[in-house]
């Protein structure tokens, strides 16, 4: 079972991914949370990076739908979300941090636009704005996840703490950060 952190961080996880706000994913809301981040960070429909956000949305929709839709609605509800992400639905919780994981490498690459390895604040507030999240909660989650203080996210960090917001019971772990306060 999960922690109240941790339930409080997948739900705003889920939120974020349910774009019409139905309270239930689909494949829909997956391409379409696809296409905002495309057209955000990898314009060009060519470029690996578009072509792998892509993939990895699609990817982490058949996970979802596959481990989670119990009632076989193809949909995914709040509940069944939260019992997926938390224990893979009889798998290891693991499983759903792997795949959206495998999303977050090509998420960081495109965000990076300089290709200098590392992500600036300006660069990851650009990343919160195609989610549609407050630029101000991306600063903070920018300023908590920068474990060396340089001002710059590198790979590790940035896939530390995406791994972190969906697996923390620890609410000082600066990835528990990452959609806000919660």
């Known amino acids: 079972m999960s922690s109240s952190l941790t339930a409080s961080n997948l739900a705003l996880i889920f939120a974020a991914l349910d774009t019409n706000g139905d309270n239930r994913l689909t494949a829909a809301d997956f391409t379409l949370r696809a296409d905002q981040f495309c057209a955000a960070l990898a314009p060009d429909p060519g470029?690996?990076?578009?072509?792998?956000?892509?993939?990895?949305?699609?990817?982490?929709?058949?996970?979802?739908?596959?481990?989670?839709?119990?009632?076989?609605?193809?949909?995914?509800?709040?509940?069944?979300?939260?019992?997926?992400?938390?224990?893979?639905?009889?798998?290891?919780?693991?499983?759903?941090a792997e795949v959206v994981l495998r999303l977050a490498a090509p998420l960081f690459d495109a965000t990076d636009t300089d290709a200098d390895g590392a992500i600036s604040l300006q660069e990851y507030v650009r990343f919160y704005t195609a989610m549609d999240l407050d630029g101000k909660i991306g600063e903070l989650a920018f300023t908590r996840?920068?474990?060396?203080?340089?001002?710059?996210?590198?790979?590790?960090?940035?896939?530390?703490?995406?791994?972190?917001?969906?697996?923390?019971?620890?609410?000082s772990d600066p990835g528990t950060w990452m959609l806000g306060r919660t």
């Open 145 to 171: 996840l920068d474990n060396d203080g340089d001002g710059r996210l590198n790979r590790q960090e940035f896939l530390e703490g995406v791994h972190a917001i969906l697996t923390s019971e620890n609410p």
């Open 47 to 96: 470029s690996p990076h578009h072509q792998a956000i892509r993939q990895g949305f699609a990817d982490w929709w058949e996970h979802l739908r596959t481990v989670a839709d119990i009632d076989h609605d193809d949909s995914v509800s709040s509940a069944e979300y939260l019992t997926a992400a938390t224990n893979g639905a009889g798998r290891s919780a693991d499983g759903h």
